[in-house]
């Protein structure tokens, strides 16, 4: 019932962007913290971004070239990338948090190359 779709991804160059979307649907209409996440082959899965109502966090590698937000109308989450690095290779999970429940999208492959 509970659904969060990836979107976005895809092959850039170094110093390029790339606008990731995660759409949200089924019984939750409105999570409390909605984040991305990213893990790059043979490693962990690292934080990249979260938002909530008023706050808004970035993981330091990223911050000054990510910028996330959210539409509520559309219950979806975006990630702007610039200025991107091939160390920002890997696959990016969209996260929602709803009370104490951890829901996550399958994910999209970003790839920059050098």
């Known amino acids: 019932q509970v659904q969060l779709v990836e979107s976005g991804g895809g092959l850039v160059q170094a110093g390029g962007s790339l606008r990731l979307s995660c759409a949200a649907s089924?019984?939750?209409?409105?999570?409390?913290?909605m984040a991305w996440y990213r893990q790059a082959p043979g490693k962990q899965r690292e934080f990249v971004a979260s938002?909530?109502?008023?706050?808004?966090n970035y993981a330091d590698s990223v911050k000054g070239r990510f910028t996330i937000s959210r539409d509520n109308a559309k219950n979806t989450v975006y990630l702007q990338m610039n200025s991107l690095k091939p160390e920002d290779t890997a696959v990016y999970y969209c996260?929602?948090?709803?009370?104490?429940?951890?829901?996550w999208g399958q994910g999209t492959q970003v790839t920059v190359s050098s």
């Open positions: 996260k929602g948090i709803y009370y104490a429940q951890s829901y």
């Open positions: 089924g019984s939750i209409f409105s999570y409390n913290v």
């Open positions: 938002i909530t109502t008023i706050r808004i």
